[in-house]
């Protein structure tokens, strides 16, 4: 018994002690599990969203001495993890040590310098949403309904104390913010109202416990309601900007990127620029056959905006409606597969993987047009959701047909499939289908995901699909795929010039717009609702681009050394192999050597993702 426990130490967390480690390796292995162990008894609707059902019968504490002891928690954990060196660990686990360090870094910054318990209504919301959907996304024939409605009861009798200390800790937040909530927690009063019943008789031993308590949560959560339109509302006068300083430090925690803010802004900047003259390329012959008596004699951007923008009005008139919207999304997702089988760019999930397309969940819908939800860490056979928001409405009936008609004109049928390259085929699905059955990815890896390289993964496959020749034949398709690169860059300046540079707000709405609407080709509807995105977040934005230069580089690299060999689809198996880690540690597995006294017992080396 002595002997096996040395070669299979117990973890308290499943993965948490890598087989085969030994040495220094063990030693951390040992620290970080307990640390995951911690953090998901301090965090249970994480726990839940990645697999461990061992804390599904709670919610947050939230109260002061809960956000206390969550504090303690992260610096006890640090403390600990600093006194290992990580130059004497192997290089996966030393890239575990990082991650691991990060995310204590990242919640003693939150905790103490970014406080979202304060100025961040929605990030209650999300909790909530979060805590209860993820506990039903079970099959309907599943043997866990009776455990997991138990749990849900459980949780439901949590929600009353959960928002009194929603209440007592939200301190002036920003209104667009508290505005974006009204919306977002009648997604969670929806669910409780609609969805949940339906669930309640697979269970006919709690059907009456769940209904009864059921009317409770649904009173408190319209209470909830009325208090953020009469209280919370009218007292949201917080900024919502961050300022440059505390944006600087959380864009270091979010994109775990030695690019600096100056740098970042420089070459999205440069890449914007080329990528509009790219534009006017594509859209040059098509204005001459679509407008043969129409000619500019203009130059530079201002030829770009003319030239394009009147191609481009043309191009988006071929678009889905409300009643079709999902059906054309299915056909396109059909399209693309079948382009990637025949190119052979990359290993695709098998059809009867469990992916679907559907609706928003209320708590998130409209905070994006699309997201894809990955399954647990921890049971990766479960439901993947390619999730699609409603079409925004308007106030009146004009407004109302105005907004969709200019939503539709952005989400046009080949911007849809840009999407779904996105989003699914070859982007976020098709990338976290092989970082969480990889068995090269450690559960470190799996866990603490990084946005930078989920998202720069994202934006570079669409371009991996149109450079592999998906649009030839069909140039405004192309040029719907290049208007659409210009998100990435747009994004990042917008996030670096909203929440660091000191404007009045009529200043950075006007440069806001300009950006978007003109310079980026984006219609209203859309320019304002990313907007208001990129004044209730912060950093997030900045992902896509910083994540796709890193991507690109990495890829530039491997193509150099390879040389006549390379291969593109051998090439993505191995970079989708490690887990969805930052780009830079990705380019030490790949091209860095593991040490000789670890390769035989080493291996080298998830909220949803959100549409650009």
């Given at each position: 018994?002595?002997?096996?426990?040395?070669?299979?130490?117990?973890?308290?967390?499943?993965?948490?002690?890598?087989?085969?480690?030994?040495?220094?390796?063990?030693?951390?292995?040992?620290?970080?599990?307990?640390?995951?162990?911690?953090?998901?008894?301090?965090?249970?609707?994480?726990?839940?969203?990645?697999?461990?059902?061992?804390?599904?019968?709670?919610?947050?504490?939230?109260?002061?001495?809960?956000?206390?002891?969550?504090?303690?928690?992260?610096?006890?954990?640090?403390?600990?993890?600093?006194?290992?060196?990580?130059?004497?660990?192997?290089?996966?686990?030393?890239?575990?040590?990082?991650?691991?360090?990060?995310?204590?870094?990242?919640?003693?910054?939150?905790?103490?310098?970014?406080?979202?318990?304060?100025?961040?209504?929605?990030?209650?919301?999300?909790?909530?949403?979060?805590?209860?959907?993820?506990?039903?996304?079970?099959?309907?024939?599943?043997?866990?309904?009776?455990?997991?409605?138990?749990?849900?009861?459980?949780?439901?009798?949590?929600?009353?104390?959960?928002?009194?200390?929603?209440?007592?800790?939200?301190?002036?937040?920003?209104?667009?913010?508290?505005?974006?909530?009204?919306?977002?927690?009648?997604?969670?009063?929806?669910?409780?109202?609609?969805?949940?019943?339906?669930?309640?008789?697979?269970?006919?031993?709690?059907?009456?416990?769940?209904l009864l308590e059921n009317e409770r949560v649904l009173a408190a959560l319209r209470?909830?309601?009325?208090?953020?339109?009469?209280?919370?509302?009218?007292?949201?006068?917080?900024?919502?900007?961050?300022?440059?300083?505390?944006?600087?430090?959380?864009?270091?925690?979010?994109?775990?990127?030695?690019?600096?803010?100056?740098?970042?802004?420089?070459?999205?900047?440069?890449?914007?620029?080329?990528?509009?003259?790219?534009?006017?390329?594509?859209?040059?012959?098509?204005?001459?056959?679509l407008f043969p008596d129409h000619a500019h004699a203009e130059s530079g951007d201002?030829?770009?905006?003319?030239?394009?923008?009147?191609?481009?009005?043309?191009?988006?008139?071929?678009?889905?409606?409300?009643?079709?919207?999902?059906?054309?999304?299915?056909?396109?997702?059909?399209?693309?597969?079948?382009?990637?089988?025949?190119?052979?760019?990359?290993?695709?999930?098998?059809?009867?993987?469990?992916?679907?397309?559907?609706?928003?969940?209320?708590?998130?819908?409209?905070?994006?047009?699309?997201?894809?939800?990955?399954?647990?860490?921890?049971?990766?056979?479960?439901?993947?959701?390619?999730?699609?928001?409603?079409?925004?409405?308007?106030?009146?009936?004009?407004?109302?047909?105005?907004?969709?008609?200019?939503?539709?004109?952005?989400?046009?049928?080949?911007?849809?499939?840009?999407?779904?390259?996105?989003e699914a085929f070859p982007g976020h699905y098709v990338q976290f289908w092989h970082?969480?059955?990889?068995?090269?990815?450690?559960?470190?890896?799996?866990?603490?995901?990084?946005?930078?390289?989920?998202?720069?993964?994202?934006?570079?496959?669409?371009?991996?699909?149109?450079?592999?020749?998906?649009?030839?034949?069909?140039?405004?398709?192309?040029?719907?795929?290049?208007?659409?690169?210009?998100?990435?860059?747009?994004?990042?300046?917008?996030?670096?010039?909203?929440?660091?540079?000191?404007?009045?707000?009529?200043?950075?709405?006007?440069?806001?717009?300009?950006?978007?609407?003109?310079?980026?080709?984006?219609?209203?509807?859309?320019?304002?609702?990313?907007?208001?995105?990129?004044?209730?977040?912060?950093?997030?934005?900045?992902?896509?681009?910083?994540?796709?230069?890193?991507?690109?580089?990495?890829?530039?690299?491997?193509?150099?050394?390879?040389?006549?060999?390379?291969?593109?689809?051998?090439?993505?198996?191995?970079?989708?192999?490690?887990?969805?880690?930052?780009?830079?540690?990705?380019?030490?597995?790949?091209?860095?050597?593991?040490?000789?006294?670890?390769?035989?017992?080493?291996?080298?080396?998830?909220?949803?993702?959100?549409?650009?």
């Amino acid at each position: 018994m002595a002997g096996r426990s040395r070669r299979a130490p117990r973890s308290r967390f499943p993965g948490g002690i890598p087989d085969g480690a030994a040495g220094a390796d063990l030693a951390f292995y040992r620290l970080a599990d307990h640390y995951l162990d911690d953090l998901f008894r301090a965090y249970p609707t994480w726990a839940t969203t990645v697999g461990l059902h061992r804390h599904d019968g709670r919610l947050e504490d939230l109260s002061p001495a809960g956000l206390k002891r969550k504090l303690d928690l992260a610096r006890r954990h640090r403390t600990a993890l600093t006194a290992i060196d990580p130059g004497a660990l192997s290089i996966s686990a030393r890239i575990d040590h990082d991650l691991v360090l990060h995310d204590l870094d990242a919640a003693i910054f939150g905790l103490t310098e970014l406080r979202p318990h304060e100025r961040d209504p929605q990030s209650y919301i999300d909790l909530l949403g979060s805590a209860f959907l993820f506990l039903t996304l079970l099959p309907e024939d599943s043997p866990l309904w009776p455990e997991r409605l138990g749990s849900l009861l459980a949780r439901m009798r949590a929600v009353p104390a959960f928002l009194r200390a929603a209440r007592r800790n939200l301190f002036r937040p920003p209104r667009v913010v508290t505005e974006m909530v009204l919306g977002t927690h009648a997604g969670n009063i929806a669910f409780f109202a609609d969805q949940a019943p339906r669930l309640f008789a697979r269970v006919p031993a709690l059907e009456a416990l769940l209904l009864l308590e059921n009317e409770r949560v649904l009173a408190a959560l319209r209470d909830f309601q009325r208090w953020l339109e009469t209280d919370l509302l009218p007292r949201s006068t917080g900024d919502w900007r961050l300022g440059e300083k505390l944006w600087t430090m959380k864009l270091r925690h979010t994109l775990q990127s030695e690019l600096t803010p100056n740098e970042i802004a420089r070459r999205a900047t440069e890449h914007l620029d080329a990528v509009r003259r790219r534009m006017l390329e594509v859209a040059e012959p098509l204005h001459h056959r679509l407008f043969p008596d129409h000619a500019h004699a203009e130059s530079g951007d201002e030829r770009i905006d003319l030239v394009v923008g009147e191609v481009l009005d043309v191009a988006t008139r071929r678009h889905a409606t409300r009643d079709t919207l999902f059906e054309t999304v299915h056909r396109s997702a059909g399209r693309i597969k079948d382009f990637l089988r025949r190119r052979d760019l990359i290993e695709l999930p098998p059809d009867d993987d469990d992916f679907t397309i559907e609706p928003t969940p209320g708590y998130l819908d409209g905070v994006a047009v699309a997201f894809f939800n990955p399954p647990p860490t921890l049971e990766p056979d479960h439901k993947k959701s390619y999730w699609i928001s409603s079409v925004p409405r308007g106030a009146t009936p004009e407004q109302d047909a105005a907004t969709e008609a200019s939503f539709f004109r952005e989400y046009n049928d080949y911007n849809l499939q840009g999407l779904t390259v996105h989003e699914a085929f070859p982007g976020h699905y098709v990338q976290f289908w092989h970082a969480l059955r990889s068995p090269l990815a450690t559960v470190y890896k799996k866990i603490f995901t990084s946005g930078t390289f989920a998202e720069g993964w994202a934006v570079l496959s669409e371009d991996l699909v149109f450079d592999a020749g998906y649009a030839d034949g069909e140039p405004e398709n192309l040029l719907i795929h290049l208007k659409q690169s210009l998100r990435a860059p747009i994004n990042a300046l917008l996030d670096a010039r909203l929440h660091a540079a000191p404007m009045p707000d009529d200043e950075a709405d006007r440069f806001a717009f300009d950006l978007m609407r003109r310079r980026g080709f984006q219609e209203e509807a859309e320019a304002r609702a990313k907007l208001r995105r990129a004044k209730a977040t912060s950093t997030q934005l900045s992902t896509y681009f910083v994540g796709f230069v890193e991507m690109s580089e990495i890829l530039a690299e491997a193509r150099r050394r390879a040389g006549a060999s390379f291969n593109l689809k051998s090439f993505t198996g191995h970079l989708l192999s490690y887990g969805t880690i930052p780009p830079a540690q990705v380019r030490r597995l790949l091209f860095e050597k593991q040490p000789a006294k670890s390769r035989s017992r080493q291996p080298p080396s998830n909220p949803p993702v959100t549409s650009p």
